[in-house]
């Protein structure tokens, strides 16, 4: 056995855990395991980013992609709570990740030393709080215990992110201990009476609805749910930034349940007499405020089925609450004997057709046609190609009109942060390009894209190529369309949301991207051909119409008509 640096056999532990990349900003509190990435570098690459914000949305995009614990290594003090918005978006996103932190040196502890935070306060792990451990490594010796019980505990019941931290003077101690061997999700099968009980629920209902989504979900298990809804004809509808779970084109597909829900599947959702939830935490947007269903005990039936067990009947008190893992729970459902017809069947039909004619757009203000740019992507985009945003108005327009293919096709194709955190959309679609090799394409808003459009830098770096689609409309639109509905005797004021922009070809350019401006729709679907020709990224701007701030029209436009209607 080699005595190494203990910096060093933090790499090889990463590297017997299967990790390919950790992404990271480098800092003098952990230099010893930078000299380990010099060392494992072709077991697991380290990606140097811009900013820590940025890495841990990359990691976490990772971690959302791989269904392992992304990775992502930043100093003490600033570093540490710059990246906290990557571990607060994995615990509501419910993403497998783990977060190194370098720490001032043991001797130092306490004594409020340079950029000396206590990360078991900040972190703290509890249901309010960032992640679901927080662990000090003291000992050099116990880095594999330590590491392969992070991976373990990110994985295990419902994922979410673990934080380690790593004293300065610990890394440099030499150790002769063994790597141990890589951690495997531990799957959570179904009680045989539970789904027993969940036929005899369906074999009474006459409105049934799935809500699928959350974490954990493989090619395999969505199959198995295909299989399910099949023999059941029963009408699908994917939990809100999960809508890859069911493949979008299905004839039983009846929408994405999240912001900016079709008012027609609003209404089935609260008509159903069983409502199925597959997966997903039924978190505030899923359920449109907690009013779809209402809490803590919803008007219909309710079958909830969660991984962790914590989170059953935490807000609902279901029916049926069913603690399992996608896997088992779909194999299960896969084989569940359904009768030889429903009484649902229309009603399956009619959410279906519902679901076509939500895709059918409005006419908009403007040169730019927004639902024509989305029929180009799906036109052009490989079926494999990973959708990703940050949070914003813009997001609407791939969620209401891109059609995901789903898991059960082989690939996880839409990066979301369902915590609504600005800023993502293009590190995550710089780190799935880097990590998978497939077509990244982030589409993003002008105020989104500044929160980290810097790590287009990283993307040149390490050869990633993403396409990211920026839509300029001067504001942060989403808070504008709040504040005209909410103060429209305010109307135009634009309080704190109009912004002065750069050139965003030109910054584009300067970071090492081909840029291209677009200001009529048709003039979009050459330069994505051209963007998806290049060897590297290209960034697509199209100017937007300010009065563009909704999918179901133009809000501010109708608010405008209204108050003048009303004098």
């Given at each position: 056995?080699?005595?190494?640096?203990?910096?060093?056999?933090?790499?090889?532990?990463?590297?017997?855990?299967?990790?390919?990349?950790?992404?990271?900003?480098?800092?003098?509190?952990?230099?010893?395991?930078?000299?380990?990435?010099?060392?494992?570098?072709?077991?697991?690459?380290?990606?140097?980013?811009?900013?820590?914000?940025?890495?841990a949305f990359m990691a976490e995009a990772h971690g959302k992609l791989t269904g392992r614990p992304g990775v992502c290594f930043v100093t003490r003090g600033p570093g540490a709570t710059n990246a906290s918005i990557g571990v607060h978006t994995a615990f509501q996103d419910s993403t497998p990740m783990v977060l190194f932190i370098g720490d001032v040196g043991s001797d130092f502890r306490d004594r409020e030393a340079f950029q000396e935070v206590d990360f078991q306060s900040f972190f703290?792990?509890?249901?309010?709080?960032?992640?679901?451990?927080?662990?000090?490594?003291?000992?050099?010796?116990?880095?594999?215990?330590?590491?392969?019980?992070?991976?373990?505990?990110?994985?295990?019941?419902?994922?979410?992110p673990v934080v380690l931290v790593l004293p300065e003077d610990m890394l440099r101690e030499m150790v002769d201990v063994p790597a141990l061997p890589r951690v495997e999700p531990v799957p959570i099968g179904a009680d045989a009476a539970?789904?027993?009980?969940?036929?005899?629920?369906?074999?009474?209902?006459?409105?049934?609805?799935?809500?699928?989504?959350?974490?954990?979900?493989?090619?395999a298990a969505a199959r198995d749910l295909q299989c399910f809804a099949e023999a059941w004809q029963l009408p699908v509808g994917n939990a809100f930034r999960f809508q890859d779970t069911f493949d979008n084109h299905h004839p039983l597909y009846a929408g994405d349940v999240g912001i900016g829900i079709n008012p027609a599947l609003a209404q089935r959702v609260r008509d159903a007499d069983l409502v199925l939830a597959l997966g997903p935490r039924l978190g505030e947007m899923t359920t449109g405020g907690y009013t779809l269903l209402q809490a803590p005990r919803p008007l219909q039936t309710l079958v909830h089925v969660h991984a962790g067990a914590d989170e059953l009947n935490r807000v609902y008190q279901a029916d049926l609450a069913i603690n399992a893992t996608p896997g088992p729970l779909a194999a299960a459902l896969a084989v569940l004997p359904a009768p030889a017809s429903v009484p649902w069947a229309e009603n399956t039909r009619a959410a279906a057709a519902d679901y076509l004619a939500n895709l059918v757009p409005q006419p908009l203000p403007g040169d730019?046609?927004?639902?024509?740019?989305?029929?180009?992507?799906?036109?052009?985009?490989?079926?494999?190609?990973?959708?990703?945003?940050?949070?914003?108005?813009?997001?609407?327009?791939?969620?209401?009109?891109?059609?995901?293919?789903?898991?059960?096709?082989?690939?996880?194709?839409?990066?979301?942060?369902?915590?609504?955190?600005?800023?993502?959309?293009?590190?995550?679609?710089?780190?799935?390009?880097?990590?998978?090799?497939?077509?990244?394409?982030?589409?993003?808003?002008?105020?989104?894209?500044?929160?980290?459009?810097?790590?287009?830098?990283?993307?040149m770096q390490h050869g990633g190529k993403s396409i990211v689609l920026l839509l300029d409309n001067g504001m942060f639109g989403t808070i504008r369309m709040h504040q005209e509905r909410e103060y429209p005797t305010n109307v135009g004021a634009n309080s704190g949301t109009r912004l002065h922009n750069p050139d965003f070809c030109a910054l584009a350019q300067a970071y090492g991207y081909a840029a291209e401006k677009?200001?009529?729709?048709?003039?979009?679907?050459?330069?994505?051909?051209?963007?998806?020709?290049?060897?590297?990224?290209?960034?697509?701007?199209?100017?937007?119409?300010?009065?563009?701030?909704?999918?179901?029209?133009?809000?501010?436009?109708?608010?405008r008509k209204a108050l003048t209607q009303l004098g």
């Open positions: 056995m080699t005595r190494q640096l203990a910096g060093h056999l933090i790499v090889e532990c990463l590297a017997a855990q299967g990790v390919t990349h950790a992404f990271g900003v480098p800092g003098e509190s952990f230099l010893a395991v930078l000299d380990g990435f010099h060392t494992y570098g072709e077991a697991v690459r380290f990606v140097t980013c811009r900013q820590e914000g940025g890495a703290g792990p509890s249901t309010k709080g960032m992640a679901k451990r927080v662990e000090r490594i003291d000992d050099a010796a116990r880095i594999p215990e330590y590491i392969a019980r992070a991976f373990a505990t990110a994985m295990a019941g419902r994922p979410g539970a789904i027993a009980r969940l036929q005899q629920m369906l074999m009474q209902a006459e409105r049934p609805f799935v809500i699928a989504g959350g974490p954990g979900w493989t090619p730019i046609d927004m639902p024509a740019i989305v029929a180009a992507l799906q036109k052009h985009l490989p079926a494999d190609a990973v959708l990703t945003n940050g949070a914003g108005n813009f997001a609407s327009w791939v969620h209401r009109f891109f059609r995901h293919h789903g898991l059960a096709k082989g690939h996880k194709t839409q990066l979301a942060p369902t915590v609504g955190a600005m800023g993502y959309g293009v590190p995550a679609g710089i780190a799935a390009s880097i990590a998978t090799g497939r077509t990244a394409f982030t589409i993003a808003g002008d105020g989104d894209f500044l929160m980290n459009g810097q790590e287009l830098a990283t993307a677009v200001v009529r729709t048709e003039e979009f679907e050459p330069a994505l051909q051209r963007a998806l020709a290049r060897d590297t990224g290209t960034l697509i701007l199209v100017p937007l119409d300010p009065e563009v701030i909704s999918t179901r029209g133009t809000l501010a436009a109708i608010t």
